[in-house]
Structures are given as C-alpha cells and as structure tokens.
C-alpha cells in the first residue's frame, strides 16, 4: 500500500535534507513508502522534492531542476547510539558518511562535494574574466602607459573605440564583482 508522508522545513533559504530529520519523520522506517519535503519561507512554499523509501538502506529523491525531473539514489547507513537505537546517515556519492546532504546545483552532495563543485565553478569564470579585464586594461596602455585606466581615452585611441571598450570593461567588472559576491557569500552554506 503507498502512504504520503511529508515532512515540512520550516523558513530555509537552504536546499538540504537532513538524515535526522527523514528518520525521525518515520520516512526511512516505512519501506515501499512515499513522502515529500516541502521547503517554505513563510507561508510561501519555495521548492519540494518527492521521496521514496526503496529499503532501510536505499532512499530515492526526485525534483525539478530547469524544469527536468532528477531522480537520485541515496544510500542510507546507521550507527548505534549508547542508549540504545541508531543514528541515520547518508551516504554521499564521494563515500563521505554525512547527515546533510545539500542541493549544489545539479544534485544532493554533501558539504565537501558542493564546495569543490561551487569553488571549481566560479574559479573558472572568475579566470575567465579576470583574463579578460586584463587583457583589455592591456589594450588601453597599448602606447600610451600613462593613461590612468579606465578613466583616460588614450592618446592614439578613437572615441568610438573608448566607448564600446569602457561598456566592455564595465560589464565583465560587473560580472566579476557578482561571482566574488557568490563565490564568497553563504547561498548555499
Ligand atoms: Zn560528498
């Protein structure tokens, strides 16, 4: 027989699933069963995620990602405690033994995965511009090393030329500042 259990995290801008909270919810517990975690701040409901219970040992979550369905297996494993009972733990998809598990974009990863996949990701583009705004400060100080970048036309360089480089420059220094403030901010821990 398939029940709906559902469990509900109260105000969290967090997209994570805690082993604790899915065990003391009674959904690892009920094998062949279904359940739903409802994310709200507020009253709003800001994302959900359908579970389903294949053995003590294996969970499946399925939610949308740009609108396509990701079905994700996760092992689950136990520890006794001293007084009696077990502890749940997920099982990342590194090996880690963890308790929480958060949305990284893509999947459910634990705290170590989601930072090198959040790190390597920004790394990247943040290369990438910085590349970029060099090369273009470079340009600037073609012949004409004294100009104060970027407030100076150089000297040989036409005005239109200035212009459309200065809307370049100011849009990559736009974006870098972004990925800084995201690479460095808490969005996700
Ligand atoms: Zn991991």
Known sequence: MFTQKSLRLMASDTLCIYS???????????????????????????????GFTHSANEIEIDYMVHEEE???????????????????WFLCECGRRVGVLYFTGSRFL???????????KYENELDRVSAKMLK???????????????????????RKTYRRLMHSYCELDA??????REKYGSEYW
């Open 136 to 158: 273009m400060v470079r340009k600037f100080r073609e012949g004409d090393p004294d100009s104060r970048f970027p407030d100076d036309k150089p000297k040989r360089m036409r």
């Open 110 to 120: 634990c705290r170590h995965c989601g930072e090198i996949r959040y790190a390597s």
């Open 20 to 50: 604790n909270a899915l065990d003391t919810g009674g959904c690892l517990a009920s094998v062949g069963t279904g359940w739903g975690i409802t994310w709200t701040t507020g009253s709003e409901v800001t994302n959900r995620l359908r």
């Open 175 to 180: 974006r870098w500042r972004e990925l800084l």
């Open 70 to 88: 990701v079905s994700q297996t996760i092992q689950v494993t136990y520890t006794p405690l001293h007084y009696g009972g077990s502890k749940a």
